[in-house]
C-alpha cells in the first residue's frame, strides 16, 4: 500500500468501470417505461458517483483525511486499497478484496442483479399479455426490482463507502419507495379487486419468514 501516486486520477477507469456496470445492469432490467428509465438513471448515477471516488478522485479520504490520519496512523490512506474503509477501520490487515465486508458486498451485489434479471423476466411475460405480475419472485414481494436496485447499491456501500454515495442512498431509497407507491396506484386502476388480493397477500419489499396460516 505505498503506491499511492497511481491510486487515483485513472478517469479511463472512472468511464469504462462506470459504462460496464450500467450497461450489465441494463442486461438485466432492460427499462422500458418513464418510471423504469427514472429509476434505471438513479442508479446509474450512484455508480458514476461510487467509480469517481474509486478512481478518480478519493474526496471523501480528502474530507476525512485529518480524522484518519490521527486516529489510523499506521495506514497510507491514499492507498487504493485504503478506500475500503470498512475493512481498514475494522482492523482488516489483510488484502482487503478478500476481507469479510468486500465479500459480503459480492453477495449483496450477485443477489441483487440475480433479483431484478429474474423478476424483469415475469414482468416482461405478465405485460406482454396484460396479466398482473404475480409469479417468480412476485410470489413473495411486491417490488422485486426495486429491492434488487437497493441492494445491489448496499453491497458497493459495503464495499466502497463514501460520502457522497451514503448521502444518496436513502435518497434513492424513498425514490424508489415512491415509485412503487405510484406503480401501486396505476395497479390498483387496471385490476382493481385483482391487485388489492394481491397487495393484501404479499409484503411490498421485505418477504414474509413464513406464510400466512389461511394460504397454507
Do not use: C
Amino acid at each position: 500500500m505505498n503506491e499511492s501516486s497511481d491510486a487515483y486520477g485513472l478517469w479511463s477507469l472512472v468511464i469504462i468501470n462506470s459504462a460496464v456496470f450500467i450497461m450489465f445492469a441494463f442486461t438485466f432490467f432492460k427499462p422500458r417505461t418513464a418510471t423504469d428509465w427514472r429509476s434505471f438513471g438513479a442508479f446509474s448515477a450512484f455508480l458514476i458517483a461510487l467509480f469517481t471516488e474509486m478512481y478518480g478522485f478519493p474526496l471523501t479520504i480528502f474530507l476525512l483525511s485529518g480524522w484518519l490520519q490521527s486516529n489510523y496512523p499506521g495506514i497510507d490512506w491514499l492507498a487504493h486499497d485504503s478506500g475500503h474503509l470498512a475493512e481498514m477501520l475494522f482492523g482488516w490487515r489483510g488484502n482487503p478484496h478478500f476481507g469479510p465486508f468486500h465479500i459480503l458486498s459480492f453477495a449483496f451485489i450477485f443477489a441483487g442483479f440475480i433479483l431484478i434479471s429474474a423478476a424483469w423476466h415475469v414482468l416482461y411475460q405478465a405485460q406482454s399479455t396484460g396479466r398482473l405480475a404475480v409469479t417468480g419472485p412476485y410470489a413473495k414481494i411486491r417490488h422485486p426490482q426495486y429491492v434488487g436496485f437497493i441492494a445491489v447499491m448496499f453491497g458497493f456501500l459495503l464495499q466502497w463507502p463514501t460520502i457522497l454515495t451514503l448521502a444518496m442512498f436513502p435518497v434513492l431509497v424513498w425514490m424508489y419507495v415512491r415509485l412503487a407507491h405510484a406503480e401501486e396506484r396505476d395497479a390498483l386502476e387496471r385490476f382493481g379487486v385483482e391487485y388489492e388480493t394481491y397487495r393484501s397477500r404479499v409484503p411490498g419489499f421485505m418477504p414474509r419468514l413464513s406464510e400466512p396460516a389461511e394460504s397454507r
